[in-house]
């Protein structure tokens, strides 16, 4: 079952500008790894903020596990985006005076979740990361890959069809990236959660599925799987 | 699409958190508003207290009344007035009296003081009562005795030598014994004689020592819920003549005159208090201005996790409006302080109208409400792609 159809994809800044995305087609099916590389300036960033529906596409099409997605109001969008999509940052973006817990349980939170099921869940979501032990302690108190998997359990606690992940390896050192990118695998695996992720490293990308490739706003022809 | 949403009680918490966490810069703001609805809530309730030590002129004498004064020299025949009143249906009791200011002396003391010929009734009217001696009465008709006012026998009193029933006293050059003092009296709205300063002598004999003969006015109570407007006129016509016109003033009317007048003031103060309560809404709109700028991440972040644009305008406004609702209550805590200040240096007793402590808070909110509103709005409009692009 496929869980992410983009056809068609267009999108360009500005009158007389390039396109920043022509023609952008690909789909990921259940249960996907993806990476998604290419150079800067290629479209990648684009392309993750029109699927994650922080923007829209100036043509074509997005399909998120059965649901077209084109055409939304700014509500409907956040409320799609909080229901589908989780994301994780290159630099994390945890709220300093949350603590882990409670930044874990920030997506429940605008989706109305009493506080008492926020934490249950928050909770459960941080020990599946492996930080049950850090769960009332503040980013500051946290390392880089501490703070990464809290916002990967932020990322998973709503329950999303769709993980987007924006360089999450980026801003960590290579031993602490190994670790968060064996852990997204994991979750993967375990879980089940689809994963779509940016990245320059190709190290990295060998590490998923699948490699997308984007140069000039093009889905370079599918290579073999790594 | 079903529709849902965060309570707007979590949100509450959620500032509460975050005014908490950025301290200072808080309270900073929520100074602005304090201080804007304390001045609202102490001019407001002093007024309040002023228009109700006015209204409590009335108490004594109650709000069925009239008092007729002759312009000038001419004087009122007192035996027609009580006449009548006795007459009218709506009358119940007439005191006329006659002022005039004379040198009243005792021993080598001499003082100019307001000498009221009065009837007995008088004392009825306004309430006197006798702290010393007696009042005057109906026996006393034309005698020369007097009843001194507290003020009025405290300034007659001499070291060694207090003035008090049994002295004798000069009135114009008449001798008069005092037969009592009168206990302090608060100055009656209607009654142009201030009791405590003055000195009562019997209406009877007044013209012994006065230049007009007769009384020079009357106060007249009515019965309770009589149109006192309509008797004024109907006085008005029966004691006026072309070679004396008289002033006819009811308590009702006085009281209307008088609370239009504190309407006015009211306005005034409101406006004043409008003024330094917008200067405290623009600093709201200030520090919450300098919120949303520093907290543009956090607000792309809340966006891309699913905050509507709405939950984020209600979240901003919600901070502005505790902000300035937390100024107000503090605003209405210093506002009675400085009422009660206030009432140590003014002859009034201190009073809280509860109605400015609810407006104070109230204007406060909506205040913060009405500059919060800018904020908010560019708050939900942040795009998170460029919030939380880069850093």
């Given at each position: 079952?496929?869980?992410?159809?983009?056809?068609?994809?267009?999108?360009?800044?500005?009158?007389?500008?390039?396109?920043?995305?022509?023609?952008?087609?690909?789909?990921?099916?259940?249960?996907?790894?993806?990476?998604?590389?290419?150079?800067?300036?290629?479209?990648?960033?684009?392309?993750?903020?029109?699927?994650?529906?922080?923007?829209?596409?100036?043509?074509?099409e997005i399909v998120i596990d059965g649901t077209r997605v084109g055409s939304l109001s700014p509500t409907e969008a956040a409320w799609l985006r909080n229901e589908m999509i989780g994301f994780v940052f290159q630099s994390f973006h945890l709220l300093s005076r949350l603590t882990a817990w409670e930044n874990a349980a920030l997506p429940l939170f605008h989706r109305g979740v009493g506080r008492d099921e926020r934490k249950a869940r928050a909770l459960a979501m941080l020990d599946r990361v492996g930080l049950a032990d850090r769960a009332c302690h503040r980013p500051e108190q946290l390392s880089g890959g501490q703070r990464q998997r809290v916002a990967i359990a932020r990322a998973l606690v709503g329950d999303p069809r769709l993980i987007l992940a924006d360089e999450p390896t980026g801003n960590l050192d290579s031993v602490t990236g190994l670790q968060v990118m064996n852990l997204l695998r994991e979750l993967n695996r375990d879980l089940g959660v689809t994963i779509l992720m940016v990245t320059h490293d190709h190290d990295m990308a060998r590490l998923c599925d699948r490699v997308i490739e984007i140069r000039d706003g093009r889905i370079l022809p599918q290579e073999a799987a790594g | 699409m079903k529709t849902r949403g965060v309570g707007l009680v979590e949100l509450a918490r959620e500032a509460l958190t975050n005014l908490r966490v950025q301290g200072r810069r808080s309270v900073l703001a929520l100074l602005g508003v304090l201080i804007g609805s304390a001045a609202i809530v102490a001019l407001m309730n002093i007024a309040h207290i002023a228009q109700m030590e006015a209204l409590n002129s009335f108490r004594q004498t109650g709000v069925d009344l009239l008092s007729v004064q002759s312009d000038g020299l001419a004087s009122l025949d007192p035996v027609l007035i009580d006449r009548l009143v006795r007459d009218d249906p709506e009358g119940v009791l007439a005191a006329p009296f006659a002022i005039t200011t004379l040198d009243v002396s005792a021993g080598a003391r001499s003082t100019g003081i307001m000498v009221a010929g009065v009837t007995p009734a008088m004392a009825g009217m306004v309430g006197l009562s006798a702290a010393g001696g007696r009042l005057l009465r109906e026996v006393d008709d034309c005698s020369p005795v007097a009843v001194l006012g507290q003020k009025a026998a405290a300034d007659l009193s001499a070291p060694g030598a207090a003035v008090g029933p049994g002295s004798l006293v000069r009135i114009g050059g008449y001798g008069f014994t005092v037969v009592g003092t009168t206990a302090a009296t608060a100055p009656q709205a209607l009654s142009p004689i201030q009791f405590d300063t003055a000195v009562l002598i019997p209406l009877a004999c007044a013209r012994r020592v006065m230049p007009q003969e007769g009384a020079t006015g009357v106060?007249?109570?009515?019965?309770?819920?009589?149109?006192?407007?309509?008797?004024?006129?109907?006085?008005?016509?029966?004691?006026?003549?072309?070679?004396?016109?008289?002033?006819?003033?009811?308590?009702?009317?006085?009281?209307?005159?008088?609370k239009k007048q504190?309407?006015?003031?009211?306005?005034?103060?409101?406006?004043?208090?409008s003024i330094s309560l917008l200067v405290g809404g623009v600093g709201v709109m200030n520090v919450m201005l300098m919120t949303v700028m520093e907290r543009r991440r956090e607000i792309g972040l809340r966006a891309a996790l699913g905050a509507t644009p709405g939950e984020i305008r209600m979240m901003f406004l919600i901070e502005a409006v505790i902000l300035a609702?937390?100024?107000?209550?503090?605003?209405?805590?210093?506002?009675?302080?400085?009422?009660?200040?206030?009432?140590?240096?003014?002859?009034f007793d201190f009073a809280i109208n509860w109605v400015v402590l609810f407006l104070g808070a109230g204007v406060a909110a909506s205040v913060g409400l009405m500059f919060g509103l800018y904020p908010a709005i560019s708050a939900s409009r942040i795009s998170p792609i460029e919030a939380l692009r880069g850093d």
């Open positions: 079952m496929v869980v992410l159809v983009v056809k068609a994809l267009q999108k360009s800044y500005g009158q007389g500008q390039g396109a920043v995305l022509d023609k952008a087609s690909f789909h990921l099916p259940r249960g996907a790894f993806a990476a998604l590389v290419g150079p800067s300036g290629s479209g990648k960033s684009t392309l993750l903020n029109l699927v994650g529906l922080l923007d829209g596409a100036d043509s074509g | 106060l007249i109570r009515l019965l309770p819920g009589a149109d006192t407007g309509a008797a004024a006129a109907r006085y008005t016509a029966a004691l006026s003549t072309p070679q004396m016109p008289v002033r006819v003033e009811d308590a009702k009317s006085m009281i209307q005159a008088m504190m309407a006015m003031l009211g306005g005034v103060l409101i406006a004043i208090g609702l937390g100024g107000g209550l503090l605003g209405d805590v210093l506002g009675l302080a400085l009422t009660w200040f206030a009432t140590l240096f003014l002859p």
